[in-house]
């Protein structure tokens, strides 16, 4: 099975801050690399698939990037909605694992 | 709009059996592969299981395989979750998702669109 690596597990920012979160895959996984935003008591909701591409209706300040076993995720201008935590997920093949997550929490 | 709706969550003792459903609307139910994903009390998701469009390709996750089995009826377009032989370590609140492509572009580009959970609980 592919391992998924997030960190950091935790970080505090202010509004308007930038924040990357990095996702190491334990083998290559091409750009099949997705992330996730997940609200307290609410289902995740995708972000970034294909490693950069921006799911529909999510805005600007998220951005993907990465290839083969290392990802970022950044949130370029923190707003108050984005306080969350965010996962990375891989689906190169099955099972498709998920990160162990990251918590933003407000400074 | 799309929507999934799981139900069939509860409490249950270890060792016994429980069954999930999904219902969806909103989509083409009959195009699209289907997850579960579940996420224990305070953790982080998991990955449970997912299925192709028409049946007939099934994944399970290793912590569930030979005890879950995942289905769906397309002529009611619904999505079911059977559980057997249930371990504490199955609590959990339990997420069907739609899977982002159709047919054959299944299992690559993530979920897109959830339904509001169901609440496994697993005790004595």
């Known amino acids: 099975d592919i391992q998924m690596t997030q960190s950091p597990s935790s970080l505090s920012a202010s509004v308007g801050d930038r924040v990357t979160i990095t996702c190491r895959a334990s083998?290559?996984?091409?750009?099949?690399l997705n992330w996730y935003q997940q609200k307290p008591g609410r289902a995740p909701n995708l972000l970034i698939y294909a490693a950069s591409s921006l799911e529909s209706g999510v805005p600007s300040r998220f951005s993907g990037s990465g290839s083969g076993t290392d990802f970022s995720l950044s949130i370029s201008g923190l707003q108050p909605e984005d306080f969350a935590s965010y996962y990375c997920?891989?689906?190169?093949?099955?099972?498709?694992?998920f990160g162990g997550g990251t918590k933003v929490e407000i400074k | 709009q799309v929507q999934l709706v799981e139900s069939g969550g509860g409490v249950v003792q270890p060792g016994r059996s429980l069954r999930l459903s999904c219902g969806t609307s909103?989509?083409?139910?009959?195009?699209?592969?289907i997850h579960w994903v579940r996420q224990a009390p305070g953790k982080g998701l998991e990955w449970v299981a997912a299925i192709s469009y028409d049946g007939r390709n099934k994944n399970y996750g290793d912590s569930v395989k030979g005890r879950f089995t995942i289905s769906r009826d397309n002529s009611k377009n619904t999505l079911f979750l059977q559980m057997n032989s249930l371990r504490a370590e199955d609590t959990a609140v339990y997420y069907c998702a739609k899977d982002r492509g159709r047919y054959l572009e299944w299992m690559l580009w993530g979920v897109d669109y959830w339904g509001q959970g169901t609440l496994v609980t697993v005790s004595s």
């Open positions: 909103g989509f083409s139910f009959s195009s699209y592969g």
């Open positions: 083998q290559t996984i091409s750009n099949y």
């Open positions: 997920q891989q689906s190169l093949s099955p099972p498709l694992t």
